[in-house]
C-alpha cells in the first residue's frame, strides 16, 4: 500500500470517528467548543510553529494579494454562475450566494491536509496568503453586505462606521492573525524557534499536534446536510470548484510554478466557504427581523446561506484529499484543465437537460390535454 494511500485512510479514519462520535456530541454547544479550540489554540500554534522556519522574503507579501484577487475574481464571476441556474440577480438568493462563493475557510478544510501532505512550508505560506482572504472575507464583504441591507432598507439610519472599526479591531485580536504578525516580527530579528526558551517551543509544538486529528473530528461532528435544495447548492460548488481549478492552472502556467508550491496554488483557492460571510448576513437579517420584515422581502436568505455552508466543508474536503492523495497528477496542467472544465460541466449540464428534457414533458402533456 503506498504512503499517500495509508496517510489518506488515516485522514479519512478520523473523520469516521467524528462521525460516530455524533451521539456523544448531540449538544450544539459541544461541537462549537471544539470548533473554538481548533480556531484559537491549535491552529494559531501550528501557523506559528510553520512560519517560524521560514525564511521571510519581501516576495512573500504577493502571497495575500493572490489571495485577494482570486477572491475577487470569484466574486465578480459568480452573477455569470447565477445566470446559468437562472436565479435572479436582484433576489435574497443571488445576494446570498454572492457573499459566501468567493469566501474561504482554509483553516478548517485545507491546513490540515496541506500540513500533512505538503509539510510545514507551503502551510506557512498558505497561512499568509490566508491574510488576503480574510482581509475580503471580513472588511470588503462586509461593506457589500451593509450596501444592499442600507439599499434595500433606507429607512435604517444606524451608525456604519463604528461597525466597520470594529470589524477592523476583531481581525487585529484574532488569534491567527495575532501570531503572524508575532511571528513576522520575531523573523525579521532573526529569531527561529531554536532562540526560543525550550518550554515554550514545546508548547507550540505539541498544542500543534492537536490540530490534524481535531481538525478531521471536528469535520466529522458537524456535517449535517439538509435535503431540501442540495441538489443546486452542489451544482454550483461544482462550477465554483472548475473554474477554481481554471484559475489555478492559469496562475501555474503563469508563474511556471512546480511541485508542492504548484500543489499549494491548487488546493487553497478550493477551500469550503467561510462561516464570517454568514455572520454578516445573520447581522443584517436580525435587523431586519426586528422590524418585521417579512422574509420574502429580505436582503439575504438565511436557510440557504447554512445548506451552502454545511455542503461546502465535505465537498472541499472531498476534492482536497483527492487531490493531495494522487500525488503530482494534478500539477500536469492538461489533467488540470479537463478536471476544472469537467467540473463545471457537472455543475452545469444535470440542470440545463432537466431543464431541457422538462419543457419538452411539459410541451407534450400540454398537446395531449389539447388533443383530449
Known amino acids: 500500500m503506498g504512503l499517500a494511500l495509508q496517510k489518506t485512510i488515516t485522514l479519512v479514519l478520523f473523520i469516521g470517528i467524528g462521525l460516530a462520535l455524533k451521539a456523544k456530541f448531540s449538544n450544539k454547544d459541544q461541537v462549537t467548543g471544539i470548533k473554538n479550540i481548533i480556531l484559537t489554540i491549535a491552529l494559531p500554534a501550528t501557523i506559528f510553529v510553520a512560519l517560524m522556519g521560514v525564511n521571510i522574503k519581501f516576495s512573500l507579501l504577493i502571497l495575500p494579494l493572490l489571495a485577494l484577487v482570486f477572491n475577487v475574481v470569484i466574486f465578480l464571476l459568480t452573477p455569470v454562475i447565477l445566470k446559468f441556474f437562472s436565479i435572479p440577480s436582484d433576489s435574497a438568493k443571488s445576494r446570498t450566494i454572492r457573499m459566501l462563493l468567493p469566501s474561504l475557510a482554509p483553516g478548517l478544510s485545507c491546513f490540515p491536509f496541506i500540513l500533512e501532505y505538503l509539510g510545514d512550508k507551503p502551510l506557512a505560506d498558505a497561512a499568509l496568503a490566508d491574510v488576503g482572504n480574510k482581509i475580503f472575507g471580513l472588511i470588503f464583504l462586509y461593506i457589500v453586505a451593509m450596501n444592499w441591507y442600507y439599499k434595500r ?8 462606521s463604528g461597525k466597520i472599526k470594529s470589524l477592523l479591531g476583531s481581525l487585529l485580536k484574532e488569534p491567527i492573525n495575532i501570531v ?13 524557534m531554536d532562540d526560543l526558551p525550550d518550554f515554550l517551543s514545546n508548547a507550540f509544538v505539541r498544542m500543534s499536534a492537536l490540530m490534524t486529528p481535531l481538525v478531521l473530528m471536528f469535520i466529522g461532528l458537524a456535517v449535517k446536510v439538509k435535503k431540501g435544495g442540495i441538489a443546486l447548492v452542489v451544482s454550483m460548488l461544482c462550477c465554483r470548484a472548475g473554474i477554481t481549478l481554471l484559475l489555478s492552472a492559469a496562475l501555474i502556467f503563469g508563474l511556471g510554478l512546480t511541485g508542492p508550491t504548484a500543489l499549494l496554488a491548487i488546493v487553497f483557492p478550493l477551500s469550503s466557504c467561510s462561516f464570517w460571510p454568514f455572520a454578516h448576513m445573520s447581522a443584517f437579517s436580525l435587523k431586519e427581523e426586528l422590524k418585521d420584515v417579512p422574509e420574502e422581502n429580505r436582503t ?5 446561506a447554512v445548506l451552502v455552508l454545511a455542503c461546502s466543508l465535505p465537498f472541499s474536503t472531498i476534492l482536497i484529499l483527492s487531490i493531495l492523495s494522487s500525488g503530482a497528477l494534478f500539477v500536469h496542467l492538461p489533467v488540470l484543465i479537463i478536471s476544472g472544465v469537467a467540473l463545471v460541466a457537472m455543475g452545469i449540464l444535470p440542470r440545463w437537460v432537466k431543464k431541457l428534457f422538462g419543457s419538452d414533458y411539459k410541451a407534450q402533456g400540454e398537446m395531449v390535454e389539447q388533443r383530449d
Open 153 to 160: 432598507n433606507q429607512t435604517d439610519h444606524s451608525s456604519s
Open 180 to 192: 503572524i504578525i508575532v511571528a513576522i516580527v520575531l523573523l525579521s530579528f532573526n529569531f527561529t
Open 300 to 304: 439575504f436568505d438565511s436557510e440557504l
